[in-house]
């Protein structure tokens, strides 16, 4: 099974190097890296239900894949309107919370 | 009272939040650095009511707590890689994280009152089928150790603290006081 310590930077490693989950189960699935246990990936729902069915020897050679891969680009703004979506999203819940009284 | 379940009230809002702030097209830290700004704000609101309600109930409504710990950055990091790790357990993770603010308000408040000589009863309650560790801090307490507040993902037990406003039925004149 894969150590903790691999489990934890393959956790890293894809925060990096992908923007979504999804992309994670296709490179795993396309790299022929876990072919005995397609299902299990591909039902997975978490990078920590995927690295639990890796070897440390799969683990080993998905991180060095991982590594291979460029990052992807991303922005580093965000745009004016989800900025103002998530300030009102936050006045609300303070505005919520604020309201709380004893049941 | 049980704090943790006015939490329920923000966690759809919560989880919305989240998702807003978690726009995949952006940079995963500066995702995380304005989820630790929603974490630390949301965070210090929930601690600041929860231990105020608590002050009212033990009649310790001049003091303040020294502030909820820094967990905050943890929940960051780890909501803002969800979008790459996966979603599953978020939800319950941030309801924890929230529970356990909520917790830390009123351990202080119980803290702070006992400094007063005031003597709020704690009690934490095990709810249906339980772990071992949640039914061996389960119990009524007047001097709590710190895990009778302490919470793990997915725990539902009850910790409720009651002091001299609970037990003499004066609860309802907290929405005077503040109206």
């Known amino acids: 099974m894969a150590t903790d310590n ?6 890293d490693l894809v925060v990096l190097k992908t923007k979504e989950f999804k992309e994670v189960r296709e490179i795993l699935q396309s790299s022929g890296i876990v072919s005995e246990s ?6 997975a729902q978490s990078i920590a239900e995927i690295t639990n069915v890796l070897t440390d020897m799969q683990a080993s050679k998905f991180i060095d894949l991982l590594i291979s891969l460029p990052e992807p680009s991303r922005g580093n703004t965000y745009s004016e309107n989800r900025v103002n979506r998530a300030v009102s999203a936050l006045d609300d819940i303070k505005e919520t919370i604020g309201s709380w ?3 | 009272m049980n704090y ?3 939490n329920k009230t923000i966690m759809p809002k919560m989880m919305a939040a989240i998702a807003v702030i978690n726009n995949p097209e952006i940079a995963p ?3 995380q650095l304005n989820l630790e700004i929603l974490f630390r704000e949301v965070g210090s609101a929930v601690y600041e009511k929860v231990y105020d309600m608590n002050a009212f109930d033990f009649d310790i409504q001049y003091t303040q707590g020294p502030g909820m710990d820094d967990r905050y950055y943890g ?3 780890v909501a803002s890689g969800s979008i790459s790790t996966g979603k599953l357990g978020l939800e319950a993770t941030v309801k924890a994280y929230l529970d356990n603010v909520a917790g830390q ?3 202080h408040a119980v803290r702070t009152a006992r400094e007063t000589k005031n003597y709020p009863r704690v009690i934490r309650v095990a709810v249906g089928d339980t772990c071992k560790w949640c039914r061996d801090v389960a119990g009524t307490y007047t001097n709590p150790p710190a895990d009778v507040f302490r919470r793990h993902d997915n725990c539902d037990c ?3 603290t009651e002091g001299y406003k609970s037990r003499n039925g004066l609860l309802s004149n907290y929405k005077k006081q503040n109206a």
């Open chain 1, 101 to 103: 009284d004893f049941q």
């Open chain 2, 75 to 77: 929940m960051a990091k």
């Open chain 2, 29 to 31: 830290d500066v995702r």
């Open chain 2, 158 to 160: 009850e910790i409720r």
């Open chain 2, 105 to 107: 308000a009123q351990m």
């Open chain 1, 38 to 43: 397609a299902e299990l990936v591909e039902k």
């Open chain 1, 6 to 11: 691999q489990s934890k930077y393959i956790a």
């Open chain 2, 4 to 6: 943790a379940n006015l």
